[in-house]
């Protein structure tokens, strides 16, 4: 059934011009059908544009911003157990490590699938109902053949941006042998997960694995034909940002602690540094500056990173909220990151966007412009959203 959304206050359509990126357009209109955006323009050429379609429905958007749905393009969805007592401590003054995920493995591997699923479908509605349409999902707290199977198997059917994140952190029983480990991540479980997965990812960070061992693992996976995506730079400075450059991974997740020279590889590459502002509020670790980047070229996305360890957010607009607030983003570079931004790190372009031709995912806010995203945080100005043409929240 084709739908009319008109009477919309501001329009942001993401259809980048000169003037604005965000091409925004005011007293708009969109018109959707089989899943597609099929026209946007003037609410008062809405009446020719739809005249003689069938089993129209028409939404009075009644003066309310329209907005792409999110593209959160970095997230942890598959686990169990709870690490609040790890959150605890660290607003006491622990300081954030990487090895807190290993509790997490223990949790998830012994939970059963019907147990992850669950769970991992209530996460899914929780973003739904936020505005996101679009998630990627890694594995990672598995950590064996079976359980990292597994974990992409259940990620895959909730969305086609699986990554496969095997080279998380090295498993307790790989202590001290982590070549070890790295040669099962290239062999048995790359042979198990790839075929489920779109992505390949690893941790470079110190008390992960090394630049010379994440280098293994994402020549293996772009080898079986998988995407490259590195999380890097994230506890300190490293050659993450390098690598991710040099084998033109899609993108690299994190980047709190930069050099110039990380910055200028990223501004003369496709590669886009998604920002995950939930981590740096729970972790209290200083914001990455965002306007730096911007200013210096860099495409920016920004991503939520649910995981139970150091973002347990699945707020878009929480996000874009701190973006504005704390690392130096204009309310429309932040929301374009949130859409676009997330869609380029999945090098999609049916998304992100409500060009004629994109997929039909946008989300009517309770609001008359996208700025109040940023000025009244903490408020569900999510009113209605749409996936693929179809009112799902």
């Known amino acids: 059934m084709p739908t009319l959304i008109t009477r919309i206050g501001e329009l942001t359509t993401n259809v980048v011009s000169d003037r604005d990126p965000c091409g925004t357009a005011v007293d708009a209109a969109v018109l959707l059908d089989e899943g597609r955006v099929v026209w946007t323009g003037p609410a008062g050429d809405a009446a020719a544009r739809t005249a003689g379609l069938a089993d129209l429905e028409v939404v009075d958007a009644a003066g309310r911003a329209v907005i792409p749905g999110f593209v959160d393009s970095h997230s942890h969805l598959v686990f169990a157990g ?33 147990e992850l699923r669950l769970r991992l ?13 679009t998630v ?13 199977e597994r974990l992409v198997r259940l990620a895959a059917e909730i969305t086609p941006e699986v990554t496969f994140l095997g080279a998380h952190v090295v498993p307790p029983e790989y202590a001290d042998r982590a070549d070890e480990y790295v040669n099962l991540v ?14 390949i990812d690893v941790f470079c960070e110190t008390g992960a694995f090394t630049t010379a061992q994440s280098r293994r693992v994402l020549e293996a996976g772009i080898a079986r034909g998988l995407g490259a995506r590195v999380h890097a730079s994230q506890l300190g400075p490293g050659a993450g940002v ?42 209290r670790q200083p914001y990455p500056d965002a306007r730096r980047l911007l200013d210096a070229g860099v495409t920016v996305a920004l991503a939520c990173d649910t995981n139970p360890g150091s ?62 995203l940023a000025y009244r945080p903490g408020v569900p100005l999510v009113h209605r959203v749409w996936k693929d043409g179809v009112e799902v929240g």
Request: aromatic content about 6%.
């Open 82 to 114: 709870d690490r609040a007592a790890e959150f605890e401590a660290r607003m006491a003054g622990r300081p954030y490590t990487a090895g807190g995920i290993r509790s997490t493995v223990a949790a998830t591997r012994a939970a059963t699938d019907a």
């Open 121 to 133: 479908r209530r996460f899914r509605d929780e973003m739904l109902a936020q505005g996101t349409t």
């Open 136 to 148: 990627e999902i890694k594995s990672g707290y598995g950590l064996s053949v079976e359980d990292e």
């Open 186 to 199: 290239v062999g048995p479980m790359l042979d198990a997960c790839a075929p489920l997965s779109r992505w």
């Open 242 to 283: 390098q690598l991710a450059v040099e084998l033109g991974a899609a993108s690299i997740d994190h980047g709190t602690y930069l050099t110039d020279a990380d910055v200028a590889a990223l501004a003369g590459s496709d590669t886009v540094l998604t920002l995950l502002p939930g981590v740096e509020f729970s972790t």
């Open 311 to 372: 973002s347990f957010t699945s707020s878009m607009p929480f996000c874009i909220a701190v973006a504005v607030r704390d690392m130096g983003m204009t309310p429309a570079e932040a929301v374009w990151a949130a859409t676009a931004g997330g869609a380029r790190a999945l090098r999609r372009d049916d998304i992100g966007t409500l060009a004629p031709g994109a997929r039909a995912d946008l989300v009517l806010l309770e609001a008359p412009s996208r700025v109040h």
